[in-house]
């Protein structure tokens, strides 16, 4: 009979620990959620927005349910940001290199300005960076070298200045980069994806010159 009485007292106890697991992995996901909602509405809170492209990024609201914000549909992060052709002016928030979950972030036919914030070095996750045809200025962080996962840098068509980071042959051989109609200088790194045809450069005049 005590030995019944524990055996059944094991699968409870097995079971309030999965409940009690499974309360801290949801709530784990709601707070990365809600730092995921929190880089956003800083990267909104920085921007002039005249169209309304952005005026669902309601905070009340799951950023899942925003427009040009897609999440995954397990784990609930956002996983792609893709804003283009709307009147956006205004810099890119360092928070977005919170976003641990992003795969693709697109913003590109826009006219944000300011420079490319550090900080988006930390998208471990980041496939796809398109933030071309902008009016984004200063130079390429070099810590969008440590973007292991990366492949396509698309930095094409806005007012970018000074070298390109020699870290950026850490990216894949396999990494599609644009950086033409900038204005770069000094030398051009040698490997990893400047090693191959799809890394363009054009009409950076001051390529290959002194900086
Ligand atoms: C874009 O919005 C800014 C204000 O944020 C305004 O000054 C500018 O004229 C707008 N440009 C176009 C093409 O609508
Ligand atoms: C984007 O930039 C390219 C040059 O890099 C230019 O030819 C094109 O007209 C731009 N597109 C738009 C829509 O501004
Ligand atoms: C690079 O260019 C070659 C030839 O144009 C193409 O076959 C290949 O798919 C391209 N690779 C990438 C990563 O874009
Ligand atoms: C790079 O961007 C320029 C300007 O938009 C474009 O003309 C060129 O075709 C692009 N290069 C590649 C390899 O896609």
């Not at 609930?76 to 893709?82: G, L, P, Q, S, Y």
């Not at 972030?105 to 998208?123: D, K, R, V």
């Not at 130079?139 to 094409?156: C, E, F, N, R, V």
């Not at 806005?158 to 894949?172: F, K, Q, V, W, Y």
Request: net charge negative; with cysteine; charged share 15%.
């Amino acid at each position: 009979m005590a030995s019944m009485a524990a055996g059944a007292r094991v699968p409870l106890a097995v079971t309030v620990l999965v409940a009690v697991a499974s309360t801290m992995l949801l709530a784990a996901a709601a707070a990365d959620l809600d730092g995921d909602r929190d880089a956003l509405l800083g990267l909104r809170g920085g921007l002039q927005d005249p169209d309304d492209a952005l005026s669902n990024w309601n905070p009340e609201l799951s950023p899942c349910d925003w427009s040009h914000v897609t999440c995954d549909g397990q784990a609930k992060r956002v996983t792609e940001i893709v804003i283009g052709f709307v009147n956006l002016s205004g810099p890119l928030s360092p928070e977005l290199g919170k976003l641990g979950q992003l795969t693709r972030l697109w913003i590109s036919y826009t006219n944000i300005q300011g420079t490319i914030p550090e900080e988006l070095g930390n998208l471990e996750n980041l496939n796809t960076m398109h933030l071309h045809n902008n009016s984004l200025s200063g130079q390429i962080p070099a810590s969008l070298g440590k973007l292991k996962s990366l492949k396509q840098l698309h930095l094409q068509q806005n007012r970018l200045t000074g070298p390109i980071p020699s870290e950026l042959d850490g990216l894949s051989d396999q990494t599609s980069v644009n950086l033409s109609n900038n204005d770069l200088c000094g030398p051009i790194p040698t490997d990893g994806p400047f090693k191959n045809i799809n890394s363009s450069l054009a009409d950076n005049p001051r390529l290959s010159g002194n900086c």
